[in-house]
């Protein structure tokens, strides 16, 4: 297992890529490290991105790392 400190950003920047199932597999992996610094990268546009993977990964994901008190 690599570091947090070293793999977050990339999966950050993975978020913005092709193929679709880039994106997915980048938002699965921050949804079980569960950083809530990375709560800002789950975008408007990966919520609704075109690709259903993609777009449901992405609130999966927000679910995991929505802070405290802005769930609703």
Known sequence: RQP???TVPLLVAALRTEPAQARAQALHTLSKIAEPATWEAITP?????????????????????VPEGEEA
Request: net charge negative.
């Open 4 to 6: 947090e400190e070293l």
């Open 45 to 65: 546009a990966l919520l609704d991105d075109p690709d259903d993977e993609v777009a449901r990964t992405a609130w999966r994901t927000a679910v995991v790392l």
